[in-house]
């Protein structure tokens, strides 16, 4: 089984400063997809970032990038130049490729301080 | 695109009585919806996978006669709470399947309170 683990359960920067949230996971298998949700105060789980294990290459979308270390099975979210409303609960979560299930992990607390 | 609705936003309903939870694809079909749980500042914990057309598959520990999934159509998964208890109160999320690339989108989420 899958476990996705973020040992950071809360974590608070200034305005402007740049952030990364961890993430760990554990997983036999060498196919599967790997994404950072964002859950704010309305709770609508929105996609921030996806990467593909296939991949080499750090997934980036604007002001989010990842660092996926496969050997390591490490997934971190760097957030650059972060925004009030960059607030909000980061989750880590794993998928196998074709399973499409996600297993989640504990969350994030993100607070931007203006 | 991808908008995934959720009907209702809250519910209260009395001990024992069953509720009605609809999610809907608005603008994609999906074969493939899922339903989980999220208790106060905690995680998403996978409740069972809905197929259109055929029984749902759920996740161990999660009691298929008290959650009665209906995938009936490609826009439509329903998830029935049967003789709720105080202890089913949760917040419960929907998310449609939306194919290559295979990815999730969540519904707003359904606030249950059981009196």
């Known amino acids: 089984a899958q476990t996705v683990t973020q040992s950071q359960p809360e974590m608070s920067v200034q305005e402007a400063e740049t952030v990364t949230l961890s993430c760990t996971y554990d997983?036999?298998?060498?196919?599967?997809?790997l994404f950072w949700y964002k859950q704010p105060p309305s709770r609508q789980m929105i996609l921030v970032i996806r990467q593909e294990a296939y991949k080499q290459q750090n997934a980036t979308e604007n002001r989010f990038s990842v660092n996926f270390q496969k050997a390591a099975k490490s997934f971190s979210l760097k957030i650059s130049d972060s925004q009030l409303g960059d607030t909000a609960m980061y989750f880590c979560a794993f998928g196998l490729q074709g399973a499409q299930k996600l297993v989640f992990g504990q969350g994030t607390r993100l607070t931007i301080n203006p | 695109g991808a908008v995934v609705s959720q009907h209702p936003s809250r519910v209260i309903c009395k001990s024992g009585t069953s509720v009605k939870i609809e999610c809907r694809s608005l603008?994609?079909?999906?074969?493939?919806m899922f339903w989980y749980r999220q208790f106060p500042k905690q995680s998403l914990m996978l409740m069972a996978t809905?197929?259109?057309?055929?029984?749902?598959?759920?996740e161990q520990g999660v009691e298929k006669d008290k959650f009665l999934i209906n995938h009936a159509s490609l826009t439509l998964s329903t998830l029935t709470v049967t003789s709720a208890h105080p202890e089913d109160s949760s917040f419960y999320i929907c998310?449609?399947?939306?194919?290559?690339?295979?990815?999730?989108?969540f519904g707003p989420g359904t606030r249950l309170t059981v009196t």
């Open positions: 998310s449609a399947l939306r194919g290559l690339p295979y990815e999730q989108y």
């Open positions: 603008d994609f079909q999906a074969t493939t």
């Open positions: 997983t036999s298998e060498s196919n599967y997809y």
């Open positions: 809905s197929n259109e057309g055929s029984k749902a598959t759920y």
